[in-house]
């Protein structure tokens, strides 16, 4: 069953009964990200038959298909041909990408984990929160929810683990940290990350034309705003005083 | 004006379900959908109808009901206690409920989701291209007392059919396939997974199911520090506390604790209709096995209108036997 060698990037590996997942790499980096979007934008042009849908996650590219209708041997020789096509790793990033401005209440009793999450960082809060509040940090996949990003990537420092326990209920615009990532979660849902940031945007709209709000290649920063600046935010509609402008 | 059945009294955790919206996994919105999808399509057998349309799926308990008009129902999955103006009905079994006439709904006996359906489906309003209540998404919310159910158009008029349950209640052996992860754990926990009772706990929902064992948890080395991956429904996710968690409908489209393996889509309503308490075991398959054991599980799904039957009232689901005139010979027992 263990059948771990030294993969060799990228890879194709079957996940569960009709699942495909072209992998760029083991861990998160620009170049495997790119990649990986690239990757699924080709998968999507070339129209291969059995393909049900696609998906990316941060450094793969998933293919579900139907194995009673497709032979999963003949769809793994579709991919690699796809695959050897290109340098993917080089490829461009998507177009129309937005820069998103999120205000931020760092810590407080909204976003409880700031000091323990600074502490596993080995900063002081209000390093901590210079360097959250700055980086500008992009969306690598939308995953786990429904319009929810996976933002980065942070300094080293914040190569911190997910928490042996679950917190049994994040809100929805939390914002969270692990593995040099945060998360700004759509809805409330338990988790292993750490809250260190609450904001007021909505990022699923289920009954708008645009249910979903950020798009992998978007980038955001989080600027720190008063706890009475957000309550004003949270009453302003669903962008809770978020703002963007299209990267040229 | 279109078939309706009102709420009367609501039970903790009713939904209204369909097959879920597939095509949203890139914007990280899972399938979702009926916990028990045979029981969907059970349903749909039973009444002649297309497996598409929603029916209302009823977590451990039903509720009672009343019906606005004549209309047709069907019941499936788990076996719940339920009565029509007081006389019991047969459950996996289609029935007439005359304006208003009570539907009443117990406690599950031998499963979890129990399922009404309603001739011509429930006519709830679709949101992303389905009409299944998502709760971890926030889409729609939990029936509540009050709540009316309108049915779609029922063009068939034919109630009093019986369809033997497909077998999935009382846990048993669960199959499962290898992963993209599974590599990540040692032969020997790998060994001791398929060996181990698990008992399922009694916090599961239609996001995912907690596996409980004595002894120690199925950690893996470095399992905390996983990039976030691809999550199907079926995965087994272990958690920090090292047990496993079986992913369902709802689940969450990526995630970072390693997961052991996957659960064979087929032997998934197993696991969603195991009872608190249930016992269940992991057995690993290879792709042929699980190709096959699909393959059989999607004929036997095409094949389930043919296998329903007309009812043949038994004598012991008849509480009022002795109002009926046994001797005048106007009962010979094979009435529909």
């Given at each position: 069953m263990t059948e771990t060698t030294d993969i060799i990037w990228p890879c194709i590996r079957s996940v569960g009964f009709d699942g495909l997942l072209v992998s760029f790499g083991d861990r998160l980096s620009e170049p495997a990200n790119r990649a990986a979007l690239a990757y699924r934008a080709a998968v999507e042009r070339a129209g291969?038959?059995?393909?049900?849908e696609t998906s990316t996650s941060l450094v793969s590219c998933f293919v579900r298909f139907d194995p009673l209708g497709t032979d999963a041997t003949d769809l793994r020789a579709d991919l690699s041909a796809l695959l050897a096509?290109?340098?993917?790793?080089?490829a461009p990033m998507p177009e129309g990408r937005r820069l998103w401005h999120v205000p931020t209440v760092w810590g407080t009793d909204l976003a409880p984990q700031l000091e323990e999450a600074a502490q596993a960082a080995g900063l002081s809060v209000d390093a901590a929160v210079a360097m959250l509040s700055t980086t500008r940090v992009r969306v690598q996949t939308i995953g786990f929810?429904?319009?929810q990003p996976y933002l980065g990537q942070l300094?080293?420092?914040?190569?911190i683990p997910r928490q042996?326990?679950?917190?049994?209920r994040i809100p929805e615009g939390a914002l969270a940290v692990a593995i040099r990532q945060m998360v700004l979660f759509s809805v409330a849902t338990p988790t292993g990350w750490r809250h260190v940031g609450q904001t007021?945007?909505?990022?699923?709209?289920?009954?708008?034309?645009?249910?979903?709000?950020l798009r992998p290649g978007d980038e955001v920063l989080f600027p720190q705003i008063t706890r009475e600046a957000y309550e004003n935010m949270v009453k302003?509609?669903?962008?809770?005083g978020a703002t963007f402008e299209v990267i040229r | 004006m279109s078939a309706a059945l009102l709420i009367r009294r609501a039970g903790p955790g009713m939904s209204v379900q369909d097959q879920g919206r597939p095509g949203y996994l890139s914007q990280g919105l899972s399938r979702g959908g009926a916990a028990d999808p045979v029981a969907l399509a059970e349903g749909a057998a039973l009444l002649s109808q297309s497996p598409t349309l929603a029916a209302l799926e009823m977590t451990g308990m039903g509720g009672e009901f009343q019906a606005l008009t004549d209309l047709r129902i069907a019941l499936t999955g788990a076996e719940m206690r339920v009565t029509l103006d007081g006389s019991p009905l047969v459950w996996n079994a289609s029935h007439m409920v005359p304006k208003g006439a009570v539907l009443s709904i117990g406690s599950a006996q031998n499963g979890t989701y129990g399922y009404l359906h309603i001739g011509g489906g429930i006519d709830a309003s679709e949101r992303l291209g389905s009409r299944a209540v998502h709760l971890s998404a926030g889409l729609g919310a939990l029936s509540q007392t009050g709540d009316v159910l309108t049915a779609g158009p029922d063009p068939v008029g034919q109630v009093g059919r019986i369809l033997p349950p497909e077998p999935r209640f009382g846990g048993g052996v669960i199959r499962v396939l290898a992963s993209l992860?599974?590599?990540?754990?040692s032969d020997a926990v790998l060994a001791r997974f398929q060996a181990t009772e698990f008992h399922r706990d009694h916090r599961g929902n239609r996001m995912g199911v907690r596996m409980n064992s004595d002894g120690e948890g199925f950690l893996v080395e470095g399992g905390l520090t996983v990039l976030s991956e691809v999550i199907v429904p079926g995965d087994i996710q272990i958690t920090g506390d090292g047990a496993p968690f079986v992913l369902m409908?709802?689940?969450?489209?990526?995630?970072?604790y390693p997961r052991i393996g996957t659960v064979l889509p087929c032997d998934l309503p197993k696991v969603a209709q195991a009872l608190p308490g249930a016992s269940l075991r992991f057995r690993f398959v290879d792709t042929d096995t699980a190709l096959e054991a699909e393959t059989r599980a999607r004929n036997t799904l095409a094949g389930l209108r043919r296998r329903v039957q007309p009812m043949i009232r038994d004598p012991r689901d008849m509480p009022d036997l002795l109002s009926y005139q046994l001797i005048s010979g106007m009962i010979a027992g094979d009435e529909e």
């Open positions: 291969l038959s059995g393909i049900e096509g290109q340098d993917w790793y080089a929810a429904p319009g300094p080293e420092c914040w190569n042996q326990a679950l917190t049994s007021a945007i909505k990022l699923f709209r289920p009954d708008s034309d645009m249910p979903f709000v302003s509609g669903p962008d809770g | 992860q599974t590599a990540l754990f409908s709802e689940c969450q489209t990526t995630g970072g």
